[in-house]
């Protein structure tokens, strides 16, 4: 998440008027500042991510919905479009991969933790 900040805070220095939506994952994600306005307009619950961020935000195929309420509350937004998000993907289809080939009769416990704790790493990696 925290490129995601640091776009953030880049793209508010350039327009500080203007709330950003990030798509992250499934979802779209609304930060900070953008996040507290838009939960206080329209409704969407506040998450702690951590102490320096904060998030409101949406599923993708809610997308028309919520950016017709921004509208309607005069509240001038960016869908952000993420251009790694074509790396995640092939990203994610190489981890998908590697799971469906785990053998799971012939793996020890050990084994198991070192995968998880491996997906673990490389999906953080990814975002």
Known sequence: MSKLLKQYEELKKKDPEKIYIFKVGIFYNILNED????????????????????????????????????????????????QTSSNQNTSYEQIIKKIQNINLDNTTCKEAFDILYNIQQNLKNIQ
């Open 35 to 82: 996040a507290r306005l838009v939960s206080k307009e329209i409704g969407l619950k506040l998450t702690d991510l951590s102490p320096e961020i904060i998030k409101c935000g949406f599923p993708v195929a809610t997308l028309e919905k919520y950016t017709n309420l921004l509208t309607e509350h005069n509240i001038k937004f960016e869908v952000v479009s993420n």
